[in-house]
Nanobody, 122 residues
């Protein structure tokens, strides 16, 4: 299984970005996709998750109302639309896959993408 994350960049506070994560090399029905982030000196934290077929979503409290996770099953791709970005959203964003149930613990995920850097300037 390979995960390719993209879409990061340098933006100003209040701007938007859309991250993408393309999955390949496996069958992804019943798999969950999660987005995590890790800022310098901090632990990796859960951002959002979505079930592959059922459309169930879950968000960390600090992104509710600003970020939206979605998927395109035909393309095996999951997106993270990030609006109203804040400097504290600066981090490397990772996508990851696990079986069936959204979980907020990064240790529960089996495959990881390489990460894409998001930098938000004030």
């Amino acid at each position: 299984v390979q995960l390719q994350a993209s879409g990061g960049g340098l933006v100003q506070a209040g701007d938007s970005l859309r991250l993408s994560c393309a999955a390949s090399g496996g069958r992804f029905s019943n798999y969950v996709m999660g987005w995590f982030r890790q800022a310098p000196g901090k632990e990796r934290e859960f951002v959002a998750g979505i079930t592959w077929s059922g459309g169930f979503t879950n968000y960390a409290d600090f992104v509710k109302g600003r970020f939206r996770i979605s998927r395109n099953n035909a393309k095996n791709t999951v997106y993270l639309q990030m609006n109203s970005l804040k400097p504290e959203d600066t981090a490397v964003y990772y996508c990851a896959v696990r079986w069936k149930v959204v979980d907020r613990s990064p240790n529960k995920y089996d495959y990881w993408g390489q990460g894409t850097l998001v930098t938000v300037s004030s």
